[in-house]
């Protein structure tokens, strides 16, 4: 499984950007899409995840009611878009997949290539 991430761009504060993930194909093993990031010197954070099956969606305190995850099954691409956008926003974006588990523990099997979002002040 192949995922491909996309939609990262400079963006001034308080603007919006739509990110996008299309995956190769869609499998049992990649029921759970998440979104991650890390930005310079910092680790990792979990964002928000979905599911293939049902559309289930879970998210980080820290961006609820600012991010939103959907998911297009037809097109095998899940998105994230960000809304009310901080320069503590600015790092790279990856998508990845697994099978099931909990969603906010980075134990995917499968990670995009990460797009970078850069948020001015």
């Known amino acids: 499984v192949q995922l491909q991430a996309s939609g990262g761009g400079l963006v001034q504060a308080g603007g919006s950007l739509r990110l996008s993930c299309a995956a190769s194909r869609r499998t049992f093993s990649t029921n759970v899409m998440g979104w991650f990031r890390q930005a310079p010197g910092k680790e990792r954070e979990f964002l928000a995840a979905?599911?293939?099956?049902?559309?289930?969606?879970y998210y980080v305190d820290s961006v609820k009611g600012r991010f939103t995850i959907s998911r297009d099954n037809a097109k095998n691409t899940v998105y994230l878009q960000m809304n009310s956008l901080k320069p503590d926003d600015t790092a790279v974006y990856y998508c990845a997949a697994k099978s099931s588990g909990l969603y906010y523990r980075a134990d995917y099997n499968y990670w995009g290539q990460g797009t970078l979002v850069t948020v001015s002040s």
């Open positions: 979905i599911t293939w099956s049902g559309g289930s969606t």
